[in-house]
Structures are given as structure tokens and as C-alpha cells.
């Protein structure tokens, strides 16, 4: 096939076709290449240069020499010029013809290139709101470094952490959530100004840089963010709430890096975050007498459970009506061998945020499944165990798998184990929590609801989770004598109870009086320092089991 047979069905398939000679002037043009081009004349004789982006050019000649080089097909993609000024993105490909000849052809490649484009602003940007994402936001933490360092100026890194935006999305949906999440990126947008940066860097995670902006200024920016962020949000037909928990670093004080400038943001939050809802806080790198004893604590910690210095107490749980021996709630103690018995209070909350929790949890189900077993077997028939199960045990992916390995290791019932969960474990995501109650109510196991009352304030989720007793918190119980308002309240979950065929347990039964009136009101079991003080599994066994 000759060139010029080859140059006319090219014309007829692509959107450009020209034929050059070496110096890139015009020999043959298609009729299509004047029409994509939207030119009032001919192309003939006319420099294929002129209708190149300048930018561009070099990138031609280069794939015009290799074409020459090596009598392959060349290609690569430009920008051609419509009506000498518009560029064009268009797939280009060059080949070499007989007399040093070349043959250019092109299509559109417009749409391809805007999809690119569009591809690359999704990876560093967050769909939702549009604002930068994580990637995106180290570049500008580490340009606005290099800024201040020229000018020898400030900046200020915020991370704010909502608090309660799960909750929200959870209950209320995606679509009510999304809505929220573009709310709080429109508030925070005008808290700073148009030259600061504010990106999304994870669903409840929000990020601000800001140039020149040091310690004097950035307190007033955190109280406005803060005070921005209180205000109610009007979605749909509901009226929400949320706050946040700020965590500030500076350079140069805090870092000269976009890494340990997010880094030591993220700590200052987490310490924000501890002081409850609505707080900021600025980094320091030097720890706090609390801070302190809570990293010693943690150490000692790590050592107690290498060491053994974990134990089970156990209190006995009664039946209110007749006295009888039902169960016992397995209760985690310390005993360190410098400082004796630590309170519970004080080292639950530090497992937990530590991740020891996990560790602790496993081995206390474990041991606490194995003792009700022995005792069954010595002489405790209808005996159940009360165990407390933690927020991050709860979320474990392997729980399930966890908890139906003990009850076969240890040859416990499932009818004869009961897990309390608190009523904020199971509202943090209610779709999970209501996947994982389903399998362990069909497998048998109990589930209670622990300190009843004084946590979520909805009661929906009575009748969306298969639960099997109530427990009602020792706060209600310690005045229920003298308060008309806790004998009200305690009657209402009796009631509520009873209506749901739930079982109830009363915590911190510690007189006569207050069993009197349980039981008078129809409570089902009670635990408390009257009828038994948590005890250890021997002296549990010489008592119950003599």
C-alpha cells in the first residue's frame, strides 16, 4: 500500500491527519483536520508547530527524531491548538514515511484527559466536602514548612476529632451523616482564612494548616472553632448536636516535618480528648504528673500480667425472693507487690485505652468460664457467671470466634454465661452490636445490660437487641429508701422489665431496707455487700460450696 493510499484512509478514521516533511511543514492535510482545528483555511504549507502548545513542541520534535531513528510508530500524547488558541488534548501517534517524510495523526482525547484529571483530584481530594485529603494535606503541611522558613514565620497544625458524629451516622444514616460531615467542613472553612488550608482526612477527622498563625493567635482560632462547632445543625428534619476535641502543634516548637508535626497535633488531641468533650489542647513534651503515673501504671501493668498479678474475685448473686444462690459476677482485681490492692476505677480505664483490655478480657472470660464449670461440677447446679465485656473486646473481629472457643474449651453451657455490655457499648454502632447479640442469643448466651439508666438516653434499643436482664445501677439503689425519685425510677424499670420479659438484677444491695424494697417491688435477683462481698474463688468455694 503507497503513502498516499495509507494517508487517505487515515483521514477517513481520525480526527487529525497531516503528512510533514522533515521540517515539520504541512504536505497533505485531511478535510477533518481543518474541521476538528474549526481554522477558516487550508493547513497546506504551514508549520505543524503553529498548531502545537508551545509547552508541547519539544515533546513532538523529540518523538519526530526517535520516528526517524528507528522507523517505529511513535506515541505520546499534546495538546494541539483550536483556533490557534485552544488547546486540544489529543492522543498523537508518528510514523515515518519514504523520502524523510512523516505521517501525524490524532484523536480527541478530551474526555479521557478530563477523566484523568478527575482521577487525580479524587486521590487527594475527599469526595464529599471537595477539600483535601490526607496525601494532599503532608504536601501542603511541607510547602507552608518551606514557606515559613523563608520567611521565617509561624505555623500552626490543628486535628479536630468530633465527638458524637458516629453516633449520628449510625442511627440517623449515611445520607443524614453526609449532610452533617458537609456542614461541619462549611463551618470550619469560615473560621480561617481563604489562604489556610482545611482538609478531611478520615471519616470524623478534620485538619487545618495555617501560615503565620503561632501560639498568641492560635488559642482565639480554637475557641472560635470550638464555639463555631456548638452551634446546632439543621439536617433535614433534625436538629443535632456535636463538639470536638482540638489537638494543636507549632513550628518550629514542635517540629520541623510534616510527620512529627501531625504526629505530635494528634497527640495533643488525644490529651484534649481526656479532659471530656470540647477541649483543646497544645502540645508539650513534658508529661504531666497524671500523664506520668499513668505511663507508670501502664508499665506495671505489662509486668502484672507476666508476672501473674491478675486475679477473679467473685460475688454471689441471690434470688431477691427466695435466697437461693444463682450466679456470680467474676470482677477483676490487681494485687501489686509495692502497692497492694489498685482500685479498679483506676486501672480498668488505662487497659482500655492502652489496648491491655484485650489481653485482660480474654483471660478473664477463660478463667471465669473454667471456675463456674468446677463448681457446677461440685454441687452448683442452675449456676450462671456474670462476665464484663469491654468497648474494645466488644468490636474485636475474632469476639464471637473468642467466646464460643471458651464455652467449648472449658465445657461451660452457653445457657450458664452472661455478658455485660454497657448501654454506650452497644450504641457506638448498633448495626454491629446487633449482628453480634443475634449470634450469641442463638448460641444461648445471655447478654445484660450493665449500670442500667445512666447511659444512652433511648430506650429503642430494648426491643432491637435480644437481651436477657437488666442490671440497675448501685445509684439508684443507695437512696431508694429515702428518694421517692429512685423508688419511681426503680419501678419503672421493674415495670419495663417485667413488660419485656426481661430479667433484673439490683447492684450494691448493702441494708435490709433497700432488699426489703426490691423485693417488694418484684426484683429478680440482688448482689451487694449484704448478701456477699466480692471474694476470692477459694474462700467463694469454702462459703457457697461447703
Not at 522533515?22 to 481554522?39: H, T, V
Not at 482560632?221 to 502543634?249: D, M, N, P, V, Y
Not at 444491695?509 to 462481698?533: H, I, M, R, S, W
Amino acid at each position: 500500500m503507497n503513502s498516499r493510499i495509507s494517508f487517505n484512509l487515515l483521514s477517513d478514521i481520525c480526527d487529525f491527519a497531516v503528512c510533514i516533511n522533515a521540517q515539520g511543514i504541512i504536505q497533505q492535510a485531511s478535510k477533518s483536520s481543518q474541521q476538528f482545528l474549526q481554522l477558516s483555511k487550508g493547513l497546506l504549507h504551514e508549520s505543524i508547530g503553529s498548531y502545537i502548545q508551545p509547552e508541547d513542541i519539544a515533546l513532538f520534535w523529540d518523538a519526530q527524531e526517535k520516528a526517524r531513528k528507528t522507523g517505529e510508530k511513535q506515541t505520546f500524547i499534546c495538546r494541539i491548538l483550536r483556533q490557534l488558541m485552544l488547546p486540544i488534548w489529543v492522543d498523537c501517534f508518528i510514523h515515518r514515511l519514504v523520502n524523510d517524510q512523516y505521517i501525524v495523526i490524532a484523536f480527541d482525547a478530551t474526555h479521557w484527559k478530563e477523566s484523568e484529571t478527575r482521577l487525580a483530584y479524587f486521590s487527594t481530594h475527599d469526595t464529599l466536602t471537595g477539600l483535601p485529603g490526607k496525601v494532599l494535606l503532608d504536601d501542603r503541611i511541607a510547602m507552608n514548612i518551606q514557606t515559613a522558613q523563608r520567611e521565617k514565620s509561624f505555623l500552626s497544625l490543628v486535628v479536630i476529632s468530633l465527638d458524637g458524629y458516629r453516633k449520628i451516622n449510625d442511627l440517623l444514616g449515611h445520607s443524614i451523616g453526609d449532610e452533617l460531615i458537609r456542614s461541619v467542613a462549611e463551618r470550619l472553612q469560615n473560621c480561617v482564612r481563604r489562604s489556610d488550608t482545611v482538609a478531611r482526612v478520615s471519616d470524623d477527622e478534620f485538619s487545618m494548616i495555617m501560615i503565620g498563625v503561632g501560639q498568641n493567635n492560635i488559642e482565639m482560632i480554637a475557641r472560635k472553632i470550638l464555639t463555631a462547632l456548638q452551634q446546632s445543625f439543621h439536617i433535614s428534619e433534625h436538629t443535632l448536636h456535636i463538639s470536638a476535641s482540638l489537638g494543636i502543634s507549632l513550628y518550629p516548637e514542635h517540629g520541623s516535618s510534616a510527620s512529627h508535626l501531625y504526629r505530635h497535633a494528634e497527640v495533643a488531641m488525644y490529651r484534649a480528648k481526656t479532659l471530656g468533650k470540647n477541649h483543646w489542647k497544645i502540645y508539650s513534651d513534658q508529661v504531666d504528673d497524671s500523664e506520668r503515673s499513668d505511663l507508670s501504671l501502664e508499665s506495671a501493668m505489662y509486668r502484672g500480667i507476666e508476672n501473674g498479678e491478675f486475679m477473679l474475685h467473685y460475688q454471689p448473686i441471690f434470688c431477691a425472693q427466695t435466697g437461693q444462690l444463682r450466679g456470680a459476677e467474676a470482677l477483676m482485681r490487681w494485687k501489686n507487690p509495692n502497692q497492694g490492692f489498685i482500685p479498679p476505677i483506676k486501672f480498668i480505664p488505662l487497659a482500655e485505652n492502652s489496648g491491655l483490655i484485650k489481653i485482660l478480657g480474654a483471660w478473664a472470660l477463660r478463667s471465669a468460664c473454667y471456675q463456674a464449670k468446677q463448681w457446677q461440677d461440685a454441687g452448683l447446679k442452675d449456676f450462671y457467671i456474670s462476665v464484663n465485656v469491654s468497648p474494645r473486646q466488644f468490636v474485636q473481629e475474632d469476639f464471637l470466634e473468642m467466646i464460643n472457643g471458651v464455652l467449648r474449651e472449658s465445657g461451660l453451657l452457653p445457657q450458664n454465661l452472661m455478658l455485660e455490655i454497657t448501654e454506650g457499648v452497644l450504641m457506638d454502632n448498633p448495626q454491629r452490636s446487633g449482628e453480634i447479640l443475634t449470634q450469641l442469643h442463638v448460641a444461648g448466651v445471655k447478654i445484660a445490660i450493665d449500670d442500667f439508666g445512666t447511659g444512652y438516653s433511648s430506650l429503642a434499643y430494648l426491643k432491637k437487641f435480644p437481651l436477657s436482664v437488666l442490671k440497675i445501677d448501685k445509684s439508684f439503689v443507695d437512696d431508694v429508701i429515702n428518694c421517692a425519685e429512685d423508688m419511681a425510677i426503680i419501678g419503672t424499670i421493674l415495670s419495663l422489665a417485667e413488660g419485656l420479659n426481661l430479667m433484673v438484677v439490683a447492684e450494691g444491695v448493702e441494708n435490709d431496707a433497700q432488699l426489703g424494697f426490691l423485693k417488694q417491688e418484684g426484683c429478680n435477683l440482688v448482689q451487694g455487700y449484704l448478701t456477699g462481698k466480692p471474694v476470692h474463688s477459694e474462700d467463694f468455694k469454702d462459703k457457697y460450696l461447703a
